[in-house]
């Protein structure tokens, strides 16, 4: 047996290895950190998460054949491929916010565009981020 065939392919690879790292530390409490290790610690996460989108990018530009794949059934709504920009909630043990607490405080799409356009309107562009 090829000793390669067994081996996930190198996107696969490190998308596994970015996710178990993650679970690795989702413990770790930034309070601890100091305030120069908190900026650098937030300049690698907007890094991550820059090349993570990037590669969602390429990967959903070319994963026409994945949704023609995917059997349509009455959960279809709930697979990633249906919605990407909806990806799969996780809550990691012992968070202190409910993940819907935290979902809940998001404004949707619709609510910071009307509220952009208003501010815009009144001659009060950015008083909506205050």
């Known amino acids: 047996m090829n000793p390669q065939a067994a ?3 190198p996107l696969l690879a ?4 970015v996710t178990e790292t993650l679970t690795k530390i989702a413990d770790a409490n930034p309070s601890f950190l100091a305030t120069n290790q908190k900026a650098t610690v937030l300049l690698e996460i907007a890094r991550a998460e820059a ?3 990037e ?3 390429r990967v959903m530009a070319d994963a026409g054949d994945v949704a023609a794949d995917t059997p349509a059934s009455p959960d279809a709504h709930k697979h990633p491929i249906a919605d990407p920009a909806q990806p799969p909630q996780t809550r990691r043990p012992g968070a202190s916010v409910p993940l819907g607490r935290v979902e809940s405080a998001r404004l949707s799409h619709s609510q910071v565009s009307s509220r952009t356009s208003a501010s ?5 562009a950015g008083a909506h981020l205050r």
């Open 55 to 57: 590669l969602k990018l």
């Open 7 to 9: 081996q996930p392919p």
């Open 51 to 53: 090349q993570l989108a």
């Open 14 to 17: 490190g998308v596994t290895t």
């Open 120 to 124: 815009v309107k009144t001659g009060r």
